[in-house]
Every structure is written in structure tokens, then in C-alpha cells.
């Protein structure tokens, strides 16, 4: 919806009798958020609005009222409710296990996706998010959790509290389900206890937007997002829940985001019950710009939860993960949920942005669609996107690599399809031998070592992508 839809939303609803705002119940939202002329003085802002982002004229005004004064001085831009939103179903946890007893006698587990993903092949390259910032908006960090005690933890913002307070400095997880959703991203690995995350050298960021009930809103959203990109400088968003409600303000951030170079993956969202076909879109996952991530079962097929629309880009694994847990120092949960597929493609983000940290958003987004295992109907469909993810074949079409590549897509091909492929004297590759056929590559795209196949068809030729980061990892 537009800003001036919303607008024209939240008059109606309040000329009329319906307590409505942009679809949701009044209960769901939490005052306005408002945009303001840049060169708004501090007189007509207003002494009691609350700062979001000041640097850019966002603000929230407790009340109907305010916005009125704000719209008579001539300054207001936008103006929007404030949406509440909620963690609510994701990472639903299954069950709970204490690794206290016998964590000795078990070490550490390899998490079931590391082969499906072939995270080793990765590994083999060095590849662990080492020096890539990332942020996580969710609720937080368990830093006293034995998988965090090696990770290069920075210090974040709770933006649940107010600024100026010393709260706001405190972005220890009351909740749960940030721990839950680092976790699968940079839990350590070969430290000898539970499980490792896909990229356990990151930098991470907590950034605290939902307080211990689960709860937040979208002006904190959106302040953490201009916080990760002008304060934080992150390379990668992780961005595991679900707003109902499209905001022009939170487009405009993600956008912002985009344009800075910072790779989003977002949460597609869990539809439990009252299902449509298709689900409803749900934000931020359904901004172009962000990664739409649905989850798949252990089995390699949707999740029953995960959403069906058109938003999907890619499906990671989402079912059946233990991770690390708010708890104690030692304490892990199994759970399920998109939140937890969204990590996933961050923490392939963190490894593709370590081997080439010029890579853009929009070349990420590329990478995931054209190296995505085809899943259901053929082609693109609903519920996998473009399919599921393959992260040793995101890494490998970087470095050229036709050959991990095609190790990749014979998970999907009849078992007698073979492929070879042909280099010249520099490494350039010159041929394509797959199903019988040889394809020479064209001159023209020799000249990157960018390599792709076309999404599921072997003896296709080969395409190039343009990328600025030339050279082996
Ligand atoms: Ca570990
Ligand atoms: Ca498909």
C-alpha cells in the first residue's frame, strides 16, 4: 500500500466509526510514524515525539492529533500507523534439550543441511563469513551461550528501548528467538560442543527490535535498518519475522538498504492455519529487494508452514534444526519456522561477500536463482521460489567452479548425465560437455570467471554474469 493509501486508510478509519488501520485491529498498532520535512525545526516536531530516525525526518507521534498539528505547520511528509508485529509462530520450538550431561561423550554434531547445502566445500576454500558484518534484527543475544564465546560479537542497539537510556545499550535476548536465529548463522564450529552455524567467523551485530514477549514495531524496525547501514556499516541483514502490512516508510529502508549494498534475506513467514491460495504477501520479505526465504523439511520438500506466494525467491532448510538457545550457557532447542531458513541464506550471503566482498545485492539475488535446485513444478512456483538452496553452488559459480557446479545440479539430473568441461591454458573455460552434447563457451563470456548454467538444463549453454570481482577465492 502506498503512503498516501495508508494516509487515506487511517483518515477514513478515523472519520468513521471502525477502528481499523491499514487492515489492522487498533490493538496491532502503536501510535504514528511520521515523516517530516527534513527542514522541520525543532518548534514545529513537536516536544513529545518520540526520535526513529531523526537524520531522515522519521518520528513517532503518540497521537492522531499530533499528526494534525504536524500536517497544519505544512511538515508532515507521510505519515503511517505504527504496525505492532509480533515473532509469535516462528522457531517454534519442538522440544528442548539440556547438553549439560553428556556433551562429552557427543562432541559436536554436524547440523543435517551442512552435506545437503555442501557447506565442506565451502570450508574447503576457507570460507566462514570471516570479517563480513552482519546485523540480526530480532530480540537479541545470548552472549553467554558457549557457541558465542568465540564469535566476534560487536556491540549492537537495543532499539526496543528508549534512546538516552542506559537500557539501550543492553541487547541481551529475553526472548529466545534471536539466539535461536544467530545461532544457525555463526554458532562456533569445531569448538567441540552442539552444532555450528553455516558462517561462524562473522561479525555479528545484535540489534534488539523485539522485546521478551516478542513483541516490536515498525518504527523500530525501520531505525534499525538505517542503524545497520549508517552506524553499523553491515553488509548483511538477517530479518526473521513478518509484518502483515505493507509501509512505505519500511520500503523506503529497505530500498535504502539495497542501494548501500547490503544483502537482505528475510523470513517468507509460517501460515499455520487459514491458508489462501496464494498466502498473503507478508513485508519486509515481500520487497523486491530482500531475499524471500521459504523452509524446506530434512526430506528436501516444503514445509508444510512455509508460506506460498509469489514473494518466495529461494527455500533453505527451516525443519528440524537445533540451535543454541536464550536459556543458559549450554542450552539447545530443535525448532522449525522460516526464521530459521532466513539465516540460512545470510550466512551463504557472509560467505559469498568474504570471497568477493564487491558482490551486490541484486548479483546475490542472481546467484541464488540460477544455482537453486529446481523443486515442485517445474520452473518457478510459489511455494520453492526458484528452488532449493545450494550454497557450495552460489560459491561455486563465483569462482568459476563448472565442475562443483555440476556436482550440484546432478542432485537433480538422471544419474547417468555427465559433465566435463574444457579449460584453456589460463584456466578460462572453453567447453561444456554434458548429455552427449559439447558447448563451446562464447568468447565474450571468457572473459569472466563467472559461470552459470541455466537453471536446471545441462546442455544449455553456459551464461555469464557480470561481476566486478575477478580471481579465485
Ligand atoms: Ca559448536
Ligand atoms: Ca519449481
Known amino acids: 500500500m502506498t503512503i498516501t493509501a495508508c494516509i487515506r486508510r487511517v483518515a477514513a478509519a478515523l472519520i468513521g466509526t471502525a477502528a481499523l488501520f491499514c487492515g489492522a485491529r487498533a490493538a496491532e498498532y502503536d501510535g504514528f510514524l511520521v515523516k517530516l520535512d527534513p527542514g522541520a525545526s525543532t518548534l514545529e516536531r513537536l516536544p513529545e515525539m518520540e526520535e526513529v530516525v531523526p537524520d531522515r525526518g522519521l518520528w513517532k507521534a ?58 565442506p566445500y565451502c570450508r574447503q576454500y576457507g570460507l566462514t563469513g570471516k570479517g563480513v558484518r552482519v546485523g540480526v534484527l530480532d530480540s537479541g543475544l545470548n552472549t553467554r551461550h558457549e557457541e558465542f564465546t568465540r564469535a566476534r560479537v560487536l556491540t549492537g542497539l537495543n532499539y526496543c528501548a528508549e534512546p538516552g537510556t542506559a537500557q539501550r545499550a543492553d541487547t541481551s535476548d529475553d526472548n529466545g528467538h534471536g539466539t535461536q536465529v544467530a545461532g544457525i548463522l555463526a554458532a562456533a564450529e569445531d569448538n567441540g560442543v552442539g552444532f555450528a552455524g553455516i558462517a561462524p567467523s ?11 514477549k516478542g513483541n516490536g514495531d515498525t518504527a523500530d524496525i525501520v531505525a534499525a535498518i538505517y542503524g545497520a547501514v549508517d552506524l553499523f556499516h553491515c553488509k548483511v541483514l538477517n530479518m526473521s519475522f513478518s509484518d502483515p502490512e505493507d509501509s ?82 549450554d542450552d539447545y532447542v530443535t525448532c522449525f519456522g522460516t526464521s530459521c531458513s532466513a539465516p540460512i541464506v545470510a550466512g551463504t550471503a557472509a560467505l559469498a561477500l568474504q570471497a568477493y566482498p564487491n558482490l551486490t545485492p541484486a548479483e546475490f539475488r542472481a546467484l541464488l536463482r540460477q544455482t ?67 558447448l563451446a563457451v562464447p568468447e ?30
Open 444 to 473: 565474450e563470456a571468457r572473459r569472466w570467471k563467472l559461470f552459470l548454467l541455466q537453471e536446471g538444463c545441462p546442455v544449455r549453454a553456459p551464461v555469464a554474469l557480470r561481476t566486478k570481482n575477478e580471481g579465485a577465492v
Open 202 to 212: 562473522i561479525e555479528l551485530v545484535p540489534m534488539k527490535c523485539f522485546d521478551a
Open 62 to 119: 503518540a497521537a492522531w492529533d499530533d499528526v494534525e498539528r504536524l500536517a497544519e505547520a505544512g511538515v508532515l511528509r507521510a505519515v503511517e500507523p505504527n504496525t505492532r508485529l509480533t515473532l509469535g509462530d516462528p522457531a517454534a520450538q519442538l522440544a528442548a534439550w539440556d547438553d549439560d550431561e553428556d556433551d562429552e561423550e557427543e562432541g559436536e554434531e554436524t547440523p543435517w543441511y551442512f552435506q545437503t547445502l555442501d557447506i
Open 248 to 329: 512505505g516508510i519500511l520500503r523506503e529502508a529497505i530500498q535504502y538498504a539495497d542501494a548501500a549494498g547490503v544483502i537482505l534475506a528475510a523470513a517468507a513467514s509460517n501460515i499455520m492455519e487459514q491458508r489462501t491460495e496464494p498466502d498473503p504477501m507478508i513485508y519486509p520479505a515481500s520487497y523486491p529487494e530482500a531475499v524471500s526465504v521459504g523452509s524446506l523439511d530434512p526430506d528436501g520438500t516444503a514445509s508444510y508452514f512455509s508460506a506460498r506466494n509469489e514473494s518466495v525467491w529461494i527455500c533453505a532448510p527451516g525443519s528440524d534444526i537445533t540451535t543454541p538457545s536464550a536459556g543458559g550457557k
Open 372 to 438: 537453486a535446485l529446481d523443486r515442485g513444478a517445474p520452473g518457478y512456483d510459489i511455494t520453492y521460489g526458484y528452488g532449493a538452496l545450494h550454497t557450495g553452488a552460489v560459491l561455486a559459480a563465483l569462482r568459476g567452479d563448472i565442475d562443483a557446479q555440476a556436482a550440484a545440479l546432478s542432485q537433480q539430473l538422471d544419474a547417468d548425465t555427465a559433465f566435463a568441461a574444457a579449460y584453456d591454458g589460463e584456466g578460462k573455460l572453453l567447453s561444456v560437455q554434458a548429455a552427449g552434447e559439447t
